[in-house]
């Protein structure tokens, strides 16, 4: 029988700025077939990666979680430690154990724990739904973007910034710190019409990342040296006269102080602190200064050090010195949360009737809270149970071992909601089955587009899955809690969250394909002011009031040398940066992906792979106080001597021992305000004897 394909518009819920429209081939009730980019949202334009377009693997990935389990084996072992269970059962056992341990050790040693495996507003939100209508222990949401935030909030003061579909009116884009061609695919669709036009694209990355192999010109500085390259630039624009000294003026705070401050931070300086030739930041300087039409396209990645927020906000302080906001395809963007005014995300996540109050406990040190550490718990109980949702802590958070050490504790009762039979929920007592975006409904904001989108369920729910929104309400219930939109479905909360906003309905919203919240001319270009209560771009940043930890960090652009710095005894720096064809540690269990990527490796300088005695796909242990792992080695010459880098969330399983990269990585809170340092991690590394089972390891896919 042929199948039809009936097309569905939906919304793709993954953690990626680029929150591409899709249009789903619908099969049957159950089943999908490809999924495309829709050509009918401007942003993109018919564009999405090969990861989604693939997402009937994932969809209808023989290993997905159907049936609620319960643990009946050792943790950490994997599906064949677990037994099918009735959702009764489940549920009965998780509201006994909830209400035993909060009489026994009060509320605030529950931690719903959530990130965003699912951007919906009403999906995600509902980990914090069950929080505050309990009043169980808060959750710092600090593993991705407390740090980059502050940093842009310091000068812009607000987060938002000028849309990327002007890209293609620039003369100049500036890629720093990200690798769209990996993690938003849609950037480069505007690049790409901005060059045909005769556009320059710069990048500035530590390695040569995809995205650095199309540039003109590609910056390569040592990992958490922003600050110094941009304090570099600057001096060059302010001593060659490239400066808008009307527009600093009228819209800035620079001073005397400033300047003076900026003309000590010579370009041979910055060569120094970077490892860039000065020639080469003196040249770029005069190319970001001739251009009016300069488009900064800001990453994460110049943010995930202990610097970083410091970072963030010197290279945002570039279009302000040269006015570039001023002009169509100029100024900066990194992230536009804040365009989405009429949508009451306080509904989505059921704090319209009051918050928890309990402590706040930082994720990003999931691994420190768990094994106990009283910089976390101080004087309060040990978590003693946890319900995890739209994340894989045993992956993804910093200093696994102690991530491991502490799901590992007896003591402690864990619920995920999962998809897939993650590393998380191999630790879990419970784990129950959860729909994907394919099978519910949500709404969604954008960060690198202007859009709001309704997505609404193109199949049916997978065997027995049940949304995040219909798990934490029937919870909420059973434990006697209280919130809002009791009885309500999904759908009725999303209308709800924009009832009293000026947008459409949600029904005309999902018919029409999301709603342009894009601002007029003169607001994104913040020519009715910046952000701040002054209206001022803040050359000097306030970082006490962004942050407790504020006090650490420069008031004005600078190097800040609070870095993991490289020693005698860690001569090498670890950066971790996106694969491709994975999503932190999303679609690695997808045999598409798996393939493309192969195994994990670590590119290494070919100087210094002859150095350690490290052949082509040999084996390096990697190391430092926080542990060892061992990767195959891939010399690469897109990189300083010195730096790093393995890409991939990948499961701790791929890796030789078994050990996975974030046991290197630091789980302290960086400043201003928290936040996990992925990308600032000093190593030694060392060739290791390699057995023949090793070498094969991962070279099955390859073969
Ligand atoms: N395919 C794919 N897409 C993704 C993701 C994924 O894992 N895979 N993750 C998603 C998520 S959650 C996020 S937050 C975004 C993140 O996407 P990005 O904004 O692109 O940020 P990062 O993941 O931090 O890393 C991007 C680049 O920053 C570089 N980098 C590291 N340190 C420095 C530094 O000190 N200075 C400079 N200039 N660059 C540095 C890295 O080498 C890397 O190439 O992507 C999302 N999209
Ligand atoms: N070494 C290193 N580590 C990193 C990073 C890095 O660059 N380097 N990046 C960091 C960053 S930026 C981030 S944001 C974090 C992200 O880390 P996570 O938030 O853990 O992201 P994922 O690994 O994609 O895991 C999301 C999980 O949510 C599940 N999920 C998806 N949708 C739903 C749903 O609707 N309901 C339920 N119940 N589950 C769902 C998926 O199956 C998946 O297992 O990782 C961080 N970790
Ligand atoms: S590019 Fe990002 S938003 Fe678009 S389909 Fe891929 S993961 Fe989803
Ligand atoms: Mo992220």
Not at 207 to 214: F, G, K, V
Request: glycine share 10%.
């Amino acid at each position: 029988m042929k199948q039809s394909l009936e097309r569905r518009y939906a919304v793709c819920p993954h953690d990626c700025p680029s929150t591409c429209a899709l249009e789903v081939e619908k099969l049957d009730d159950h089943h999908i077939g490809r999924i495309h980019g829709s050509k009918h949202n401007s942003y993109t334009a018919g564009v999405i990666c090969a990861k989604v377009a693939r997402y009937a693997e994932r969809v209808h990935h023989p290993d997905r979680l159907g049936r609620p389990l319960k643990r009946v084996g050792e943790k950490g072992i994997g599906i064949s430690a677990f037994e099918p269970i009735s959702w009764e059962e489940a549920l009965t056992t998780i509201v006994d154990r909830f209400q035993s341990i909060q009489a026994e050790s009060g509320p605030e040693s529950i931690w719903p724990y959530f990130y965003a495996g699912t951007m919906g507003w009403v999906q995600r939100g509902s980990a914090n739904r069950l929080r505050h209508a309990m009043g169980y222990a808060r959750q710092k949401e600090t593993i991705c973007v407390s740090i980059a935030n502050a940093g842009w909030l310091a000068g812009v003061g607000a987060k938002r910034g000028v849309d990327a579909r002007e890209i293609t009116d620039s003369e100049l884009i500036v890629v720093w710190g990200g690798n769209p061609v990996h993690t938003q695919i849609n950037v480069m669709t505007q690049v790409a019409k901005a060059r045909k036009k005769g556009a320059k694209l710069v990048v500035v990355d530590p390695y040569r990342t995809a995205t650095a192999q199309q540039a003109d010109i590609h910056l390569m500085p040592k990992p958490g040296t922003d600050g110094a390259l941009a304090c570099g630039v600057m001096n060059v624009l302010l001593k060659e006269g490239f400066v808008d000294q009307d527009y600093l003026d009228k819209y800035t705070d620079f001073d005397a102080e400033i300047r003076t401050h900026l003309m000590q931070k010579t370009p041979a300086w910055a060569a120094e602190v970077t490892g860039i030739d000065a020639e080469q930041i003196v040249t770029f300087a005069r190319l970001y200064g001739r251009s009016q039409r300069s488009y900064l396209r800001m990453g994460y990645g110049m943010s995930r050090s202990r610097n970083g927020a410091s970072n963030m906000h010197a290279v945002s302080c570039l279009p302000a010195l040269t006015g570039a906001w001023q002009y169509p395809g100029g100024g900066a963007l990194f992230g536009h949360s804040e365009l989405y005014k009429g949508l009451d995300t306080r509904i989505c996540q059921g704090q319209d009737q009051g918050e928890s109050a309990a402590r706040e406990l930082d994720m990003s040190r999931i691994g420190p809270v768990l094994t106990g550490d009283p910089r976390d718990l101080g004087d309060g109980p040990p978590v003693k149970a946890l319900f995890i949702q739209n994340c894989n802590p045993m992956a993804v958070a910093p200093e696994s071992a102690k991530v491991r050490q502490g799901f590992m504790r007896d003591d402690l009762f864990t619920v995920v909601h999962e998809q897939q039979m993650t590393e998380t929920a191999a630790m879990a007592d419970i784990v129950l089955p959860a729909t994907t975006f394919l099978e519910h409904d949500d709404i969604y904001t954008a960060s690198g587009h202007t859009h709001l989108q309704v997505s609404k369920a193109v199949i049916k729910p997978y065997k027995e899955c049940r949304s995040n929104y219909e798990l934490v309400c029937e919870l909420i219930h059973r434990l006697g809690g209280r919130h809002s939109t009791t009885g309500k479905s999904a759908f009725e909360v999303i209308e709800q969250a924009l009832d009293h906003g000026p947008l459409p309905t949600a029904e005309k919203m999902h018919q029409d394909q999301g709603v342009d919240c894009a601002l007029c001319f003169e607001k994104a270009h913040f020519l009715d002011g910046f952000g701040h209560p002054d209206e001022r771009f803040h050359f000097r940043a306030d970082w006490l009031a962004l942050g407790p930890l504020g006090a650490v960090l420069p008031q004005l652009p600078d190097h800040c040398t609070l870095l993991e710095q490289a020693d005698q005894q860690h001569p090498f720096r670890l950066v971790t940066a996106p694969a491709r064809t994975f999503l932190n540690s999303s679609f690695t269990e997808t045999p598409g992906s798996r393939k493309k990527e192969q195994r994990p490796r670590a590119m290494i300088h070919p100087d210094d792979c002859l150095e350690l005695g490290l052949e082509p796909d040999s084996i390096v242990l990697i190391g430092n106080s926080r542990g060892q792992v061992r990767v195959h080695v891939r010399p690469f010459d897109g990189l300083q001597r010195g730096v790093v880098i393995v890409e991939g969330v990948w499961p701790n399983a791929d890796f030789i021992d078994g050990v996975g990269i974030n046991v290197l990585v630091s789980a302290e809170a960086a400043a201003p305000n928290g936040g996990a340092v992925f990308h600032d991690t000093k190593v030694w590394l060392e060739a290791s004897h390699q057995t023949e089972g090793e070498a094969q390891k991962g070279s099955r896919e390859e073969s």
